[in-house]
Nanobody, 127 residues
Framework: QVRLVESGGGSVQAGGSLRLSCAAS?????????MAWFRQAPGKEREGVAA????????YYADSVKGRFTISQDKSKNTLYLQMNSLKPEDTAMYYC???????????????????WGQGTQVTVSS
């Protein structure tokens, strides 16, 4: 059974940085999977933040985080990362790691297409 475990969340002031990690239990996850970060703020729907195709390294970002967030992978550690810089209060949310076999395609931001989810890690940005 595939297991995803996020870590790295916390509280930071606006303008600060955090790096989230997502450790995957299955080595194969880093061969041909679409792995993504989603977030959900209180009272809002879950939204896609960034995704990466582990087979080729192609990356995808929501407009709201382009230029500030970077998604990356370390296949030797079976770990996905999200480097978050220039954080804003509106980035406050629970952040989730998700994965699905195959490419990310044109709808990487669609949560219903992902088969595996982590439990989430909270990010709080104060002004």
């Amino acid at each position: 059974q595939v297991r995803l475990v996020e870590s790295g969340g916390g509280s930071v002031q606006a303008g600060g940085s955090l790096r989230l990690s997502c450790a995957a239990s299955a080595y194969s996850m880093f061969s041909m999977y679409c792995m993504a970060w989603f977030r959900q703020a209180p009272g809002k729907e879950r939204e896609g933040v960034a995704a990466i195709f582990t087979g080729g390294g192609n990356t995808y970002y929501a407009d709201s985080v382009k230029g500030r967030f970077t998604i990356s992978q370390d296949k030797s550690k079976n770990t996905l990362y999200l480097q978050m810089n220039s954080l804003k209060p509106e980035d406050t949310a629970m952040y989730y790691c998700a994965a699905v076999g195959g490419g990310c395609g044109g709808i990487w931001y669609s949560e219903k297409d992902y088969a595996y989810w982590g439990q989430g890690t909270q990010v709080t940005v104060s002004s």
